[in-house]
């Protein structure tokens, strides 16, 4: 790992000098030109799951204001909540998912526990604050994992870290963390020397994120960084084919058995390089023609540079990790069959049994349009319920025909997907 762990001397990095908020709202809670990283371990198996914070570390900068401490919307396997301890009031919530809970869905969860690295931030508290890290069981309801105190000035350790010595550029949009959504990404498998050919490849993705609806329409509220974080070989691993590389974050292929799964387990890395750099979201692109990706809500979404699909692909993993949103794809046989509790509504805004479907888009759906709607050729261009969803042909629903969170070939979003993105895009830019 090439991040190097000091002793904060320096004064903030100049991406949160400009525009940077005051500490508002709960200012007597939080610095918002600080950011409190939790790294933690979530370990077990199918059955079961166990928790524990692995250290606090602290850095320059926030990449949200005051505005984006608790959402109006309720994303996310797992959350963090931050509290008042002589209240109990809510100061901070952000979901998230995690790569640990499809691991569970696996075979191999079966028969033996694993553990993975987990990170999620929020700005620096200025006084005590309870910390809660919180898991939503199928039925919706959330239990506790991790219950504890943390004290900005009696905690120990809390480590203290920089950005990494290369700085991230603005390929699109300005410097202002507060009021924009800010999207790094990240170089993984590109060498020193090949610094023009990643920001060629960042640009490249880029620019066609924002020909998709809805992002050609808020592409003013967001900003776009590159930064050219250096591995020692170029590429990726490919463990099918028997191709190791060394590179910066340890990304490779064949994830859970798939081999287009292309993945990182080395969360804290990842972490580690986007330090002090805005990121409301962070894309691994990893230097690599092979078709694959993946995307975790608020965790991290990667994808190939290369194939002539690297584009479709970034969008729809972008689509989970930004947004939140849920494959709309299915198989006949699932694979992952109990991966979405069928008597209970599913979080995702895309997703539904109809448990209790007035909460998701049913508003959205015309009176001459039947529910379910059936998957016919009259029905192509309207927001409907199609059956067949989240990896399962029974029982989950789907808001479209077709979809770019179904397809690479859909010509774009559904009107649900593009709703569920404009409102976390305004979320962090209000």
């Not at 020692?232 to 910066?248: K, S």
């Not at 694959?292 to 479709?312: D, K, M």
Request: include cysteine.
């Amino acid at each position: 790992m090439k991040i190097r762990f000091r002793i904060l001397l320096l004064l903030f990095s100049y991406f949160f000098t400009t525009g940077a908020s005051t500490i508002g709202q709960t200012q007597h809670h939080f610095n918002y030109r600080q950011t409190l990283r939790i790294d933690f371990v979530l370990s077990g198996d199918h059955e079961q799951q166990q928790s524990a914070i692995a250290v606090y570390k602290k850095s320059p900068g926030y990449s949200a204001g005051q505005n984006q401490n608790t959402p109006s919307f309720d994303y996310g396997t797992y959350r963090l909540v931050l509290l008042n301890p002589q209240t109990d009031d809510t100061l901070f919530l952000k979901g998230f998912c995690t790569l640990f809970e499809e691991w569970r869905t696996t075979e191999q969860a079966g028969k033996v526990s694993r553990a993975f690295e987990q990170t999620v931030e929020a700005p620096w508290p200025i006084s005590k604050v309870r910390i809660l890290i919180e898991f939503r069981k199928k039925d919706g309801q959330f239990v506790t994992l991790i219950n504890e105190l943390f004290s900005p000035k009696e905690t120990v350790p809390v480590t203290q870290i920089i950005p990494d010595e290369n700085q991230a550029e603005i390929i699109h949009g300005i410097n202002n963390p507060d009021e924009q959504a800010d999207l790094l990404i990240l170089a993984e498998g590109y060498t020193k020397d090949e610094k023009e050919s990643f920001l060629h490849d960042a640009k490249n993705i880029t620019d066609y994120l924002f020909s998709i609806a809805p992002y050609t329409n808020l592409k003013d509220k967001i900003t776009v960084r590159a930064l050219h974080t250096i591995s020692a070989e170029a590429g990726t691993d490919d463990p099918v084919r028997n191709i190791r590389r060394e590179t910066a974050m340890n990304s490779s292929f064949n994830t859970f058995g798939s081999d287009r799964y292309l993945e990182s387990f080395s969360t804290w890395t990842i972490y580690d390089y986007a330090a002090g750099v805005p990121h409301d979201h962070i894309i691994v692109l990893v230097n690599t023609s092979k078709y694959g990706g993946g995307g975790v809500y608020n965790h991290f979404s990667i994808v190939s540079a290369r194939h002539p699909s690297s584009p479709e692909v970034f969008v729809h993993e972008t689509g989970h990790g930004l947004a939140g949103l849920g494959d709309e794809y299915y198989y006949n046989d699932s694979p992952i069959p109990d991966f979405f509790d069928k008597e209970s509504e599913p979080w995702a805004p895309n997703l539904t049994t109809l448990v209790n479907f007035d909460i998701k888009w049913k508003h959205l759906v015309p009176d001459t349009v039947p529910i379910p709607t059936p998957p016919t050729p009259k029905y192509k261009n309207v927001t409907g319920v199609f059956e067949g969803a989240g990896y399962s042909a029974k029982g989950i629903y789907r808001p479209a025909l077709n979809c770019r969170m179904k397809s690479n070939e859909a010509e774009g979003f559904c009107e649900v997907c593009r709703q569920s993105i404009k409102r976390i895009i305004n979320f962090y830019a209000q």
